[in-house]
């Protein structure tokens, strides 16, 4: 087994950050944002980490050299990454595409990936050494680069490629929908094979707004989450792919016939997050179910769309509830959840998102939100040195849960990842649920 990451002890040499621009004039333009893009949960910036071994293939090319100019090359396609966000007198905030560029650098580590290998998830102890921004200072939300890349080389030959962006004008599957963008230029692609589009009028407030469905994951909320607590940890668990057929064997015929992967792990970690915090009995707990809009509404997130296009649906019961019944009842309160995502339940949310001010969704101590990256593809963001070994979040924040697919380092088997944060002694009591 390699040694764990946080015993090692290396050094990272940065080049000073430079603004990559975009390998044609662009236009200057504003782009509006859609009122699904401008919830104040998206107001923040976000980062991933891509981990790629060595090829032999790729000798004589530097990964530095061709992130670069594979970015350069990909923001004539994705040129409002290359702007800045500034306030209208309407107080939306909107995308000024100013050619100003991404931040990037490139960096040197003493380090081998075999080294890092057993410590290739959340939490990595060595994160802040692999993003340019660690450094420099986040800045402000406006008038800041919404891209930052750093390449950073190590000794065996393999990089780590660290991403933070501006989560505003995209989610998680529009950031690699740009990245495998950029793969297909560093291999040779004349231009992307999924053209960008912007379109965030598809999910912007009607005129006049007017909500039309429950939206229970905006109940008593509006105000900014508090800040995380001292001491918080986070955590990851590889779950074996078997795992969520043995959680269905725990179902009636009707669920373990027709519950998802996601109903199930969903359901799975709700109940067990709960227990491990033992809440009182009557405390309201939520889990909110991260449901896209893409390939199932191609009206409002069509092929190539970049932004924000989700809901959160909350499935809502009390903690003893949750806790006293079998794992049915939750599974069946998570499928009640997400099934209530239309198309007139997305535009409603656009509307109820305009009219409050682009509210924070719920936040309290027993509300978890559930996100479900499996699918997202990480992974095959390839710049000629074939497909990352890791790729995915580099952390995560209360209260949010993470999926993702991930291969055990020391077996070689591909499952499933989670990633979460509970205070200490909550994470004990988690860790033995999840066992149990």
Known sequence: MAPAASALSFSVRRSNPVLVTPAEPTPHELKRLSDIDLQRGQRTVVSGIWFYASNPAMRGKEPAAVVRDALSKALVYYYPFAGRLREAPDR???????????????????????????????????????????????????????LLVQVTRLACGGFVMGVEHNHAVADAQGLVQLLQAMGELARGA????????????LLAARDPPRVTCVHREFEDSGEAPKELPDGWVLRSFFLHPARPAELKKQLPDDLRASATTFDVLAAYIWRCRTVALRLEPEEAVRALCFVTTRGRFPV????????????????????????????????????????????????????????????YPVASPGTVMVSDLRHVRFRDVDFGWGKALYAGTSDTFT??????????????????????????????????????
């Not at 580590?109 to 802040?128: I, K, S």
Request: proline content about 9%; some cysteine; charged content about 25%.
């Open 190 to 201: 004349p231009s992307p094979s999924l053209l960008p589009v912007w379109r965030r009028e």
């Open 399 to 436: 209260p949010v849960c993470i999926f993702t697919a991930h291969r055990d380092p020391c077996s070689g088997e591909e499952g499933i990842m989670v990633s979460i944060r509970l205070p200490p002694a909550a994470m004990e009591r988690f860790a033995r649920e999840m066992k149990a």
């Open 92 to 146: 939306r905030i909107v995308v000024e595409c100013t050619g100003e560029g991404a931040l990037f650098a490139e960096a040197d580590a003493n380090v081998r990936l075999e080294e890092l290998e057993g410590e290739l998830q959340p939490p990595f102890p060595c994160t802040e050494k692999f993003f340019c921004n660690a450094q420099e200072g986040a800045g402000g939300f406006l008038d800041s680069p919404l």
């Open 300 to 359: 409002l997130a069509p092929d190539g769309y970049y932004g924000n296009s989700f809901a959160h649906p909350a499935a809502v019961t009390t903690a003893g509830g949750l806790c006293g019944r079998p794992m049915e009842y939750a599974v069946r309160l998570v499928r009640e959840a997400k099934s209530q995502v239309t198309e007139e339940y997305m535009r409603s949310a656009a509307d109820l998102s305009a009219i409050r001010g682009w509210p």
